[in-house]
């Protein structure tokens, strides 16, 4: 995958000229299918009879169908350059999202961001725009493996990109509410998380673990019972929290379900060691219960 990494910067090494072509090929093309209904666009003579006559062309007479085609080729072009960028990242994403491997993710976002920062950028290249996607999904990588400090080192000593920007923002307050979270500091999370945006706020997992850092864990089960994540990423952190939550509210059987769900598909994910330290203890526990229950009865005869 390192090599798709190295492929994605080149392909953007002349991004800028690839885009203005399929923009002004999708300008003619425009061009053409309105032509073919209205007919020749720029002004010629036609001969009606034995009567000569300029025809001013659409263009002068429906000028704004002229303006139509300049927006289909912008948006062409627009869409060349958005689709160039996001496509091979989707791919890399599964990694982490259909995958689970926090580690290897990790691994290759890290790679994407060195590699990147080893560039001459060129004007007529985008490798500049891959490399601030790619900081803010290294960011991300370490935030999903709980390397809280590496992230915060990261954004105030190694970001490139803008720090006004909307991308520096969500990135630093996706660090702050995991920080926050991972700290049971609740006054904290609870102001960051009111402050963050629709985005943030919308999410129900935030908002869920806004409710059991409150202690109001019923309220975080009916938040994240009797649904389905879209991704198997977050649908391990979703279970994660139910079994924590069944866990907090005494029902054992359940708890110890959702974790050992979460122990088969977490992969690397931080939340399998979690899990699987969990039913150890529980394990445990639920042994030396058996095992003073058996003595108590055994007494009792």
Not at 233 to 255: I, M, N, T, W
């Amino acid at each position: 995958m390192k090599k798709q990494i190295e492929e994605m910067y080149e392909k953007q090494k002349n991004r800028r000229i690839k885009a203005i072509v399929t923009g002004l090929f999708a300008f003619a093309i425009t061009m053409g299918i309105v032509s073919a209904f209205l007919g020749n666009p720029f002004p010629h003579k036609e001969t009606w009879l034995i009567i000569e006559t300029t025809i001013p062309g659409w263009i002068y007479t429906d000028g704004y169908l002229l303006c139509f085609c300049g927006v289909a080729g912008v948006f062409a072009g627009t869409v060349n350059i958005v689709s160039s960028i996001l496509n091979p990242f989707r791919n890399l994403d599964q990694v982490l999202l259909q995958e689970c491997d926090a580690k290897h993710y990790l691994e290759l976002m890290e790679y994407a961001v060195t590699y990147g920062k080893g560039l001459k950028w060129r004007w007529i290249g985008l490798q500049k725009t891959v490399l601030l996607l790619a900081e803010q999904k290294y960011v991300l990588a370490l935030i999903a493996n709980q390397r809280f400090e590496e992230a915060e080192c990261y954004l105030n000593k190694g970001w490139i990109g803008k720090r006004g920007s909307r991308l520096f923002r969500q990135t630093a307050m996706n660090l702050e509410l995991a920080q926050k979270y991972a700290d049971e500091d609740v006054e904290n999370f609870c102001k960051a998380l009111q402050s963050a945006g629709k985005e943030f706020t919308k999410n129900q997992l935030l908002t869920a673990k806004e409710f059991m850092l409150r202690r109001d864990y019923e309220a975080a089960l009916e938040l994240l019972a009797d649904r389905e994540e879209k991704t198997p990423y977050s649908e391990v952190g979703r279970k994660f929290l139910l079994g924590k939550c069944y866990d907090e509210l005494g029902d054992q059987s359940q708890a110890i379900a959702y974790m050992e769900f979460v122990a088969e598909h977490g992969n690397t994910m931080p939340h399998k060691a979690w899990a699987q330290e969990w039913l150890g203890r529980k394990t445990v526990f639920l042994l030396e219960q058996e095992n003073l229950n058996g003595k108590k009865e055994q007494n009792d005869d």
